[in-house]
Nanobody, 121 residues
Framework: QVQLVESGGGLVQAGGSLRLSCAASGSIFSIVAMGWYRQAPGEQRELVATITSGGNTNYADSVKGRFTISRDNAKNSVYLQMTSLKPEDTAVYFC???????????????WGQGTQVTVSS
């Protein structure tokens, strides 16, 4: 069993900053990639940023230059530093990880429970 636990969401004014954290625990042989997705009310879940075990990153165009994803492989954790926040960044942010639970098994997708980020204008 694998769990992803997020923290760090909250209410912030436009232009402010927040840092999200996500830690994976449980039956983990290796983590291929970790990332953050978000879902605003009435919208589909969308990719925000991903990072591989080797440190390669990918960002949605809407957050490039404002958000930074990082990872601590030793702690099975991923972080999202969000700066210059805008009201349109308001959403529930979900942590995602592609995890190999044990040797010789393929990676599986796991999701956190989500953390609310609200940016006021």
């Amino acid at each position: 069993q694998v769990q992803l636990v997020e923290s760090g969401g909250g209410l912030v004014q436009a232009g402010g900053s927040l840092r999200l954290s996500c830690a994976a625990s449980g039956s983990i042989f290796s983590i291929v990639a970790m990332g953050w997705y978000r879902q605003a009310p009435g919208e589909q879940r969308e990719l925000v940023a991903t990072i591989t075990s080797g440190g390669n990153t990918n960002y949605a165009d809407s957050v490039k230059g404002r958000f930074t994803i990082s990872r601590d492989n030793a702690k099975n954790s991923v972080y999202l530093q969000m700066t210059s926040l805008k009201p349109e960044d308001t959403a529930v942010y979900f942590c995602n990880a592609a995890i190999v639970p044990s040797m010789a098994f393929p990676p599986r997708d796991f999701w956190g429970q989500g953390t609310q980020v609200t940016v006021s204008s």
